[in-house]
C-alpha cells in the first residue's frame, strides 16, 4: 500500500495564511476520514507550531498532530498558489506543506520515523525541485512514494 495517497493531495489550493492551513488540514483529515475530531487536530497542529516552526527550507513546511481521534498515520500534501509566511528556517515563504497525521498510539514509533524520512527528502534538491515541478497529484505520489518507505 502506498504511503502517500493520491486523494490526499491538494494542488493549487488559494490559502492566505499558516492559520487557514492548519484549518484545510483539520478539515480534509475529517473529510477522508483520518480523524473523527476537526478541532482536535487543528488544536494539535497549532500547539506544535508553538513548539517550534515546522517550516522547513525552500517553501516547504511539515506540520504534524498527534492525537487518539487520528485513526492510522497519514500524510496529506497541499501545494499553495502563493507562498504564505510560516516562520521557516531560511526565512523565505512556504508553498509546499506535507502535514503527518499521527495517532497517539503510534507517537514515537511511526511518527519520529516518517518525520525523519520527510526532512531528509525536502533536503535534497532534486527532489523539491521534482515535487514544484509536478503537475498532478499523481505525480506527487509517486516521487514520494518511491523515495519513503513504509514500516
Not at 483539520?26 to 480523524?35: E, K, M, P, R, T
Not at 501545494?79 to 503527518?100: H, M, P, R
Not at 526532512?119 to 509536478?134: D, G, I
Request: proline fraction near 2%; glycine fraction near 6%.
Amino acid at each position: 500500500m502506498a504511503l502517500i495517497k493520491i486523494d490526499h493531495i491538494f494542488m493549487k489550493q488559494n490559502l492566505g495564511t499558516q492559520d487557514e492551513v492548519m484549518h484545510f488540514l483539520a478539515a480534509q483529515g475529517v473529510l477522508l476520514g483520518i480523524s473523527s475530531d476537526q478541532t482536535a487536530v487543528y488544536h494539535k497542529f497549532l500547539a506544535r507550531e508553538e513548539e517550534g516552526t515546522t517550516g522547513m527550507m525552500d517553501g516547504f513546511a511539515i506540520p504534524h498532530a498527534k492525537d487518539q481521534s487520528i485513526e492510522e498515520a497519514a500524510v496529506v500534501i497541499v501545494q499553495l498558489t502563493n507562498k504564505i509566511d510560516w516562520k521557516s528556517l531560511d526565512g523565505e515563504g512556504t508553498e509546499f506543506v506535507i502535514a503527518l497525521f499521527i495517532p497517539d498510539s503510534e507517537a514515537g514509533t511511526t511518527h519520529l520515523k516518517l518525520l525523519s524520512q520527510v526532512a531528509r527528502l525536502l533536503m535534497q534538491k532534486e527532489v523539491t525541485n521534482h515535487l514544484k515541478q509536478a503537475q498532478s497529484p499523481a505525480e506527487i505520489a509517486e516521487i514520494l512514494n518511491g523515495k519513503l518507505v513504509e514500516n
